[in-house]
């Protein structure tokens, strides 16, 4: 009598779960499971540095998974421009210029200014007395600076020579190499009894108290920057203003009357760099590649996360390493059984798995960026998998090796295949 | 029947949705542009919100980007006038989400053919140019153009593109013992110029350097264009006629030549056997689509 469909269904479904479970509670999975996490543990410690041997090691050091959703799956691509903040793009403008750019702008009733410009010792006196005057003027004006390590090991601010005429003020350093992709920032920094702020961290204190504080609870700890918006040719997700319209009065007031402008150096062609950082929006997620975004495009992207409160939650790493455990733990369970009952299709099994993994666990990492603002590392799971086959070959050497010596119970026999 | 005026309660729902307003913001202009509001017209300014009961004016040469609803940009370059109820369709945005676009990525990447060079002639043709470096100006010659090598007598034009909203360009043409002082210009209104205007101004056998720019500007990017001899072209022709496989089809062996004439810079040359190609064996998708790829690289008209 011939079986019901319902039934050939049910028979497939019990035969690929018994592929999984199978060997999933035996003694063997779990300690060859342990052994593959001592193996990354124990290469993870060798003092010595071999990626410098190896290209892929070097090519991915900056590498992260998530950095795909940016440059090929268009996130943040519908993103509506942020009406909370504009942006004013001040060139090469020079301090004369830019003191009449703060006046204009002032004119116009923001609630907050932020000049990202650095000012390296006195120039012309006239042009350094006209921008004295306006940082003096304007206490809604924040000041840019950086911070500096002083002979005690102690921090300071720099690299402003109207510091001390700005009402507030805040540093602009990314705690990263300047090739490095810019993914995070202190909100303040403490040294003693002093703390100071951070560019957007000042910016927020007077534009909006209640995510100031969320920001600044955050303390001196490295806080990941959620990149929503960006400007290119064809994606304009904020206002930027031209100076020269700015001064020629075409800019309406609404523009800017009771946000956040921004002054800062903006170019949006790719062919100049200047100023520009890499980013996770770059167009190119991996490799050799040029500087996409300006600094001051950052901030605002810095600005953005705050004042929608969209942090994203890191997972901890211990949650990782768990993780990372039960996905091993399982694909062990799926590999011995190949291993020991069908040993000649074991490799291309192996392979097959570790690809589809492969593209499964970076797609639950991007989906959970996405949808859950929730950063989880899938690099332990996939150098995980990827270990688990080599790491049998050896467990069953170590298994059979215990079993003649101290009558280990495994279910490797010797010379098996 | 109790279906029926929750029927009419949501069609009506649906009808006041879709007739919303979309807002529109002035996100930029250049130029002469006017907004008209309730029948006053004033002068763009940037930033302003309008909603779809206005519209925008444009004078000629001038052009204006909108963001509606905060989220989608369309630039307008043409001169008229344009009342914003007419961009509904503009106002749309594309909704997919980014684990949808993840599949669709990952199968792309696992099904996309690497090709082979005979079928994808610009991911090999590695003879492009060489990066020039200095003041960045607003014309930009695509590097494939770095030396062009010429025998005559085909027309073929030297191309380039401007980042600036330029009406007339000045094509420059220097003989190679005096680089400082073009021997030939030309005002041109098009991106490009025939080399037919400037061929009679040459020698064969000679290396000249050519330049454009726009009109009342200087570019210093230089590019190489050799006037070979005939008798130069006709022995690298028959080098690459003789490389050939024993049984060649009269448009393969076009096509092959056309490919290797390319990687050589023989441009005007390579058109004339893409064209062959395609000419021999119409039903030939590749030679076809290649050649219209080699047209649109090169402005050919």
């Known amino acids: 009598m011939k079986k019901p469909l319902h039934k050939h269904i049910g028979q497939g479904v019990r035969n690929a779960r018994n592929h999984f479970t199978k060997y999933l509670y035996e003694r063997d999975t779990i300690f060859a499971t342990i052994w593959v996490f001592l193996f990354i543990v124990i290469l993870g410690s060798i003092p010595l540095n071999l990626g410098i041997m190896n290209p892929i090691k070097l090519g991915l050091k900056d590498f992260d998974f998530n950095d795909i959703s940016y440059s090929e799956l268009g996130k943040g691509n519908n993103n509506p421009i942020d009406s909370h903040i504009v942006i004013i793009n001040i060139s090469d403008s020079d301090r004369g210029k830019l003191s009449f750019i703060i006046e204009k702008t002032a004119s116009m009733n923001p609630k907050v200014i932020g000049l990202d410009a650095l000012f390296f010792g006195p120039k012309d006196a006239l042009t350094d007395s006209l921008l004295r005057q306006s940082f003096r003027k304007h206490k809604n004006l924040v000041a840019a600076a950086k911070y500096e390590e002083d002979s005690n090991r102690s921090l300071v601010l720099s690299m402003n020579h109207f510091l001390n005429d700005a009402a507030r003020s805040g540093y602009v350093n990314f705690p990263n190499k300047a090739l490095e992709t810019t993914r995070y920032f202190f909100p303040v920094k403490k040294t003693g009894d002093t703390i100071f702020p951070f560019f957007a961290t000042s910016i927020l204190q007077l534009y909006d108290e209640d995510c100031y504080h969320k920001l600044v609870k955050k303390g001196d700890t490295k806080v990941m920057i959620n990149y929503s918006r960006n400007l290119t040719p064809i994606r304009k997700q904020y206002q930027v203003l031209d100076v020269e319209q700015l001064l020629a009065d075409q800019i309406d007031s609404s523009a800017i009357q009771g946000k956040i402008a921004l002054l800062g150096y903006i170019n949006e062609s790719p062919d100049f760099i200047e100023d520009k950082k890499f980013t996770p929006m770059n167009e190119k997620f991996a490799g050799k590649s040029i500087p996409d975004m300006n600094g001051i495009v950052v901030h605002a992207n810095i600005l953005s996360m705050a004042l929608e409160k969209n942090y994203i939650k890191k997972l901890p790493s211990w949650g990782s390493w768990l993780f990372a455990f039960l996905v091993c733990w399982l694909h062990m369970s799926f590999f011995i059984r190949y291993y020991l009952e069908n040993h000649i299709w074991f490799h291309l099994v192996a392979k097959i798995a570790q690809v589809l993994s492969a593209i499964l666990f970076v797609g639950l990492g991007i989906h959970l960026f996405d949808e859950y603002r929730l950063k989880v590392d899938m690099k332990i799971s996939l150098i995980a998998i990827i270990m688990a086959v080599d790491v049998i070959y050896f467990y069953e050497a170590w298994a059979t090796w215990m079993h003649k010596k101290y009558n280990y119970r495994t279910v490797f026999k010797p010379h098996h295949h | ?301």
């Open chain 2, 1 to 301: 029947m109790k279906k029926l005026p929750f029927l009419i309660l949501l069609s009506c729902f649906t009808g006041l949705l879709s007739a919303q307003s979309s807002s529109f913001l002035l996100y930029s202009f250049k130029g002469n542009v006017s907004v008209v509001e309730k029948n006053v017209e004033s002068k763009a300014k940037v930033g302003k919100m309008l909603n779809n009961a206005g519209s925008v004016k444009v004078a000629n040469g001038s052009a204006v980007t909108l963001i509606c609803n905060e989220a989608a940009m369309f630039t307008i370059t043409k001169p008229g006038t344009y009342p914003l109820n007419k961009f509904g369709d503009s106002c749309k945005i594309s909704n997919s989400s980014v684990s949808a676009n993840y599949v669709k990525y990952v199968w792309a990447q696992m099904t996309q053919s690497t090709g082979s060079p005979g079928s994808n002639r610009k991911a090999y043709m590695n003879t492009v140019g060489a990066v020039s470096r200095g003041d960045i100006n607003n014309v930009w010659i695509d590097p494939r153009l770095d030396t062009v090598n010429y025998s005559g007598g085909e027309d073929f034009p030297l191309s380039w593109k401007s980042y600036a909203d330029a009406k007339e360009f000045e094509f420059f043409l220097y003989s190679s013992d005096n680089i400082s002082e073009p021997f030939y210009k030309a005002t041109v209104s098009k991106l490009k110029i025939p080399v037919g205007d400037f061929e009679k101004k040459m020698k064969p056998g000679n290396t000249y350097y050519w330049t454009a720019a726009v009109k009342g500007e200087e570019n210093d990017d230089l590019k190489v264009f050799n006037y070979v001899n005939n008798s130069t072209y006709s022995q690298i022709v028959e080098v690459i006629r003789n490389q050939g496989a024993a049984f060649e089809a009269p448009a393969e062996q076009a096509y092959r030549i056309a490919f290797m004439l390319e990687d050589a810079h023989y441009l005007a040359e390579a058109y004339q056997y893409y064209l062959k190609a395609a000419t021999v064996d119409p039903a030939n998708v590749l030679y076809r689509s290649t050649l219209m790829s080699f047209k649109k690289d090169y402005e050919i008209k």
